[in-house]
T-cell receptor
C-alpha cells in the first residue's frame, strides 16, 4: 500500500486477555519494526524483522510479548495475558534495506499506531 | 548503555526561531534523525545527518557534531502548525547486527504561541 497500515486503531481489553495487533508495511520494504509509546513518552524499541526473521528481539519487555512476520510482509504483535502496564500506543514502521555500509538514509516510515487500553 | 537527551518542552512565538537540542551517547553511530509527531498521529521524518555540519531544508535545519555527541533542530519563521513533539533518534550499532533500528529520545513538546 501507499503507507504503513495498522489495525485495529483502538483496542480496549480486560486484564488477562490476549490481543493481536497487525501491521502491513509499505510494499517493497523488507525491514519492519515495532515500537511502543506510552503517554508523554518517547518511542521504545520492541523488535525488528528482516524478511521473516527477527534478528533483534531485545526490546520485548517479557515473554508475554511475541511477534511474527509472514511472507516478508504483514506482521502480528501478540500480547498474552495483558496487564494494565501494557496500555500504550503500539507503532509499526518499515524501511528499505540498506547495505552493510549504511549508504542512504534508511529512514523509518511509521503507521498511525494501535492504541491499546487494558482495563 | 545508550542515552539520548532532549528538553521535555519548549515554548516559542509565531514567526520566531527556535532551536531544539539533542545530546546522545550510544555504542555506535550510523546517523541521527529528527521526526515530527503531532498529537495522535504517526511520527514523520524531518531530517537526517550522518556527517558533521548543517543540513538545510526549507524552514528546517539540522546540525550534527559527532565528536560532541550533539545535534540541534532549528525551526525558522515558526507557524502555529509547528506545534508538535520533535523526536531525536540515533541509529547506533552495526547495520547487520541491529538492522538500522533507531533509538529515540523522549521528545520535545513545542508550543507555538500567537
Amino acid at each position: 500500500g501507499a503507507g504503513v497500515s495498522q489495525s485495529p486503531s483502538n483496542k480496549v481489553t480486560e486484564k488477562g486477555k490476549d490481543v493481536e495487533l497487525r501491521c502491513d508495511p509499505i510494499s517493497g520494504h523488507t525491514a519492519l519494526y515495532w515500537y511502543r509509546q506510552s503517554l508523554g513518552q518517547g518511542l521504545e524499541f520492541l523488535i525488528y524483522f528482516q524478511g521473516n526473521s527477527a534478528p533483534d528481539k531485545s526490546g520485548l519487555p517479557s515473554d508475554r510479548f511475541s511477534a511474527e512476520r509472514t511472507g516478508g510482509s504483514v506482521s502480528t504483535l501478540t500480547i498474552q495475558r495483558t496487564q494494565q502496564e501494557d496500555s500504550a500506543v503500539y507503532l509499526c514502521a518499515s524501511s528499505l534495506v540498506l547495505r552493510v555500509t549504511g549508504e542512504g538514509r534508511g529512514e523509518l516510515f511509521f503507521g498511525e499506531g494501535s492504541r491499546l487500553t487494558v482495563l | 548503555g545508550q542515552n539520548i537527551d532532549q528538553p521535555t518542552e519548549m515554548t516559542a512565538t509565531e514567526g520566531a526561531i527556535v532551536q531544539i537540542n539533542c545530546t546522545y551517547q550510544t555504542s555506535g553511530f550510523n546517523g541521527l534523525f529528527w521526526y515530527q509527531q503531532h498529537a495522535g498521529e504517526a511520527p514523520t521524518f524531518l531530517s537526517y545527518n550522518v556527517l558533521d555540519g548543517l543540513e538545510e531544508k526549507g524552514r528546517f535545519s539540522s546540525f550534527l557534531s559527532r565528536s560532541k555527541g550533539y545535534s540541534y533542530l532549528l525551526l525558522k519563521e515558526l507557524q502555529m502548525k509547528d506545534s508538535a513533539s520533535y523526536l531525536c533518534a540515533v541509529r547506533g550499532g552495526l547495520w547487520e547486527n541491529q538492522g538500522g533500528k533507531l533509538i529515540f529520545g523522549q521528545g520535545t513538546e513545542l508550543s507555538v504561541k500567537p
